[in-house]
């Protein structure tokens, strides 16, 4: 009786150690998230004004990694509603950190007709760093080096904002 004891303990040993292993992954994430994010009080280096970015996001997640949905922007009290367009991407490492590619498809003009959201924002790409929290219901993320890459930005086709963009996205269950 002793023996089996120790061979089931230990069995039940390696089950468990291999399934700690396998760590979080894409599926860690599937579902839809409402996401806030922002970047405030920075000073812009090319214009000298003091420039803040805020995003809510509206985010579905799917075990192949891709991602739809959409973003509102506020920028310098301009809003506009973006969709995030075909090629989102998001990757999810054993550790539970990970990267996150929102390129964005707008057109037209903002809420109040003073801003051209499909000439500022429409090819523009946004990447993320993320970070899974528990046990994927929620994730932090935060802007990566050259968080906006388009063509339509200067020089490298890069561009940084003057304070780190950082968020948090949760998962929503309807009620």
């Not at 409402?34 to 003091?50: E, F, K, R, Y």
């Not at 973003?71 to 973006?82: D, H, L, M, P």
């Not at 989102?88 to 959201?117: E, H, K, R, Y």
Request: include cysteine; glycine fraction near 14%.
């Amino acid at each position: 009786m002793r023996i089996s004891v120790t061979v089931l303990f230990s069995g039940l040993s390696l089950i468990l150690a291999g399934a700690a292993e396998a760590g979080f992954g894409r599926t860690s994430l599937v579902g839809s998230y409402g996401c806030l994010g922002n970047s405030l009080g920075g000073v812009d280096a090319v214009s000298n004004q003091i420039v803040g970015l805020s995003e809510l996001m509206q985010l579905n997640l799917t075990a192949t990694g891709s991602i739809t949905g959409t973003i509102t922007v506020n920028s310098v009290g301009e809003r506009c509603i973006v969709a995030v367009s075909a090629g989102s991407v998001f990757s999810v490492n054993p550790n539970g950190t990970g990267t996150m590619l929102l390129p964005l498809a707008a057109s037209g003009m903002d809420l109040d007709s003073d801003q051209d959201c499909g000439g500022l924002l429409n090819g523009v790409a946004e990447h993320f760093d993320i970070l899974i929290l528990g046990s994927g219901g929620k994730f932090d993320l935060q802007s990566a080096d050259d968080m906006f890459t388009s063509p339509k930005l200067t020089a490298d086709n890069k561009r940084d904002i003057p304070n780190p963009f950082t968020g948090t996205c949760e998962k929503q269950t309807p009620p």
